[in-house]
């Protein structure tokens, strides 16, 4: 376990930057005085980990289950599927008169469905055993960055709850796990001395999940940097965060190598990297414009993500290694000739700011490319030939779609104009059908205003990931769900637990998979988002996505009707 004294140790000798020092752009070398602020200093002064949870974050919240707590049998009461709830064209598992199976239709044997979390939004326990804080802890502390100012302080404690967790879903049928581990319990200040009780934790939620026959998937970063890293070089803004990451990775391989088969570097990086510039005043300050921070964030999540590969197979070569893609299908708007190059423009300054790199050059689509080569370090070839390839599968977190369309001033107006509101991309989304009348398809949650049940493109979406990244292992749905509208409002736990948008959406989804199967997209898996509500972010725990039900007082945990329909499809359509 860590101890303060461990932290003491570590920041001796390296200076501790506070909160309003600045750092230039490419090297991200600590420097003081380089800022216009006046309040820009560095100190040696020496702080425990305690410390720096005083001085960043303050109190945090603790559960009341504060040990590991043994699995309650799950009552068989729990596992009964719930009334027909949703009449699709063929059934869903359960019996509907009139309607038979389509027997074309099949998931191959090895196919993997499971369900997926991560650690800032499901474990709680932030200062236990020696966890340091992480940017989601600093970010919960800025007021209204999270629209209810809740925190991740306990969320759904699965930090003592996992056994639970695990043997829940095991006994639901689902054979497969997929959870991040938090960087910053690992290692406290990024970088340095390993926590001990963290390696021991994530030890035993992979041993359980072997226990219970459930496949461990791990994601390295799901968002929740190490606060230190952040504060010392600006984070994913500095190349000083490839060593830092790799060593991590490197940790995690060596340990779990022969338990966790399948891995991810990074999840979502177009998320994580747009979520640049942090807010001011909460974090160290930087030179780099606003406007490019996201670009220098990705330029070094290629580099990372890359290396990291390269370890992991260079410790175990059967490993399936991978990063989390997100974005959408982009539907064209009209068939004009604008409309399809904004279309372009979409795939490229989304999917393809990663997946062209990793799948296909080595380096960024051409459109990108002549945007940030104005300001970023071209990739070397050695670089170019690390990145290309690093990945066994095509892992895309697909929620929805959008359509897409030219700006009202056409693309060459907007790519000339960097105050263009759409600059760089340069291309346009809606909802809405060029009658400007319906919508895609059902919408989510108001707190989700990017997600509507657009099911009808799966198909298409599936196809493009396969003919245009040609991935040798495949094409996985990593995460993939709604948030049942105005979920919250509900009170009463029998209206909470029917959740009738949510399981069309999985059946509707699965559908679609297995016609894109039947076409011959090799899809190989689906994770659905999430394994239960929990901190939905800047959203709080207002907006749900789980397939299970929380009460955030008693920790208690029920299924919801979609947790069935999801896993009968597969009951249904799986090859035994
Ligand atoms: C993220 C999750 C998030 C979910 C719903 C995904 O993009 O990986 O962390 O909760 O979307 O917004």
């Known amino acids: 376990m860590a101890s303060t004294a461990v932290m003491a140790v570590l920041l001796a000798g390296s200076p501790l930057v506070l909160a309003q ?16 602020s006046a309040a820009a200093f560095v100190t040696n002064i020496q702080l425990s980990l305690d410390d720096y949870w005083d001085l960043y974050i303050g109190p945090v919240a603790n559960a009341s289950i504060n040990t590991t707590v043994t699995p309650t049998p799950i009552p068989s009461s729990s596992l009964i599927p719930p009334p027909s709830l949703y009449y699709p064209s063929f059934p869903s598992g359960q019996q509907v008169p009139l309607q038979s199976q389509n027997e074309s239709w099949k998931f191959p044997k090895d196919f993997w469905y499971g369900v997926a979390g991560a650690s800032y939004q499901i474990e709680g326990a932030v200062k236990a055993e020696g966890r340091g804080p992480s940017i989601w802890d600093r970010l919960t502390r800025v007021p209204n960055y999270v629209v209810t100012n809740d925190t991740g302080d306990v969320a759904n404690n699965n930090y003592y709850l996992y056994k639970e967790d695990v043997a829940r879903i ?18 406290p200040f990024g970088s340095g001395a390993v926590n001990e009780a963290a390696l021991a934790h994530y030890d035993d939620v992979i041993d359980t999940c072997l226990e219970y026959g459930v496949t461990p998937m791990v994601t390295l970063y799901h968002w929740d940097l190490p ?24 940790l995690a391989f060596t340990r779990w190598h022969s338990k966790v088969h399948y891995w991810f570097t990074v999840n979502e990086p177009i998320v994580f990297c747009t979520n640049y510039p942090l807010p001011e005043h909460y974090f160290t300050k930087t030179d780099i414009p606003s406007i490019q921070q996201k670009y220098y964030c990705g330029h070094n999540v ?3 993500h890359s290396e990291a590969y390269h370890v ?8 399936s290694i991978s990063l989390k893609h997100n974005g959408g299908y982009k539907i064209p708007r009209t068939n004009s000739s604008a409309d399809a190059a904004a279309v372009q423009r979409a795939w490229d300054f989304q999917e393809g700011w990663f997946s062209d790199p990793v799948f296909l050059t080595g380096d960024y689509p051409s459109s990108l490319k002549s945007y940030v080569s104005t300001f970023l370090p071209a990739f070397t070839d050695a670089q170019k030939e690390k990145i290309n390839g690093s990945a066994d599968i ?49 919408a989510s949650d108001p707190g989700s205003p990017w997600l509507n049940k657009a099911t009808d493109w799966v198909p298409a979406f599936l196809h493009y990931m396969q003919d245009t990244w ?19 409002l509900r009170k009463d736990l029998a209206s909470i637990l029917i959740d009738p948008i949510r399981s069309s959406y999985y059946v509707d989804y699965l559908k679609a998979i297995l016609i894109a199967l039947s076409e011959g997209v090799d899809v190989v898996g689906t994770l659905a988002w999430s394994i239960y509500d929990n901190l939905e972010w800047s959203q709080g725990y207002g907006v749900k996505f789980g397939i299970q039900y929380v009460n955030l007082t008693t920790q208690e945990r029920y299924f919801k009707a979609s947790a069935f329909e999801y896993v009968n499809m597969f009951q249904v359509y799986q090859e035994k």
């Not at 997929?178 to 960087?183: D, E, G, I, Q």
């Not at 606060?227 to 490197?250: E, H, M, R, T």
């Not at 040609?470 to 919250?488: C, D, H, L, N, Q």
């Open 227 to 250: 606060l230190f890293l952040q504060n010392a070089y600006g984070g994913w803004l500095s190349d000083k965060i490839v060593p830092d990451f790799v060593a991590y990775a490197n």
């Open 21 to 36: 020092t600045s750092f230039p752009s490419s090297t991200g070398v600590v420097a003081s005085q380089t800022s216009s």
């Open 394 to 442: 095509y892992a895309h977190d697909a929620y929805t779609s959008d359509f897409i369309m030219a700006p009202d001033s056409g693309i060459e107006a907007c790519t000339k104009n960097e105050s263009h509101s759409l600059f760089p991309s340069c291309y346009n989304t809606t909802k809405l059908y060029a009658n400007n009348y319906w919508a895609l398809g059902p």
């Open 312 to 319: 992991g197979k260079s410790i175990n070569a059967s490993l």
């Open 170 to 187: 095991a006994a639901l049928g689902i054979k497969t796990y997929s959870f991040s581990l938090s960087w910053s319990r690992i290692f």
């Open 470 to 488: 040609k991935p040798r292992g495949g094409v996985a749905i990593t995460e993939f769900g709604i948030s049942e509208p105005y979920e919250e």
């Open 302 to 304: 290629l580099l990372a």
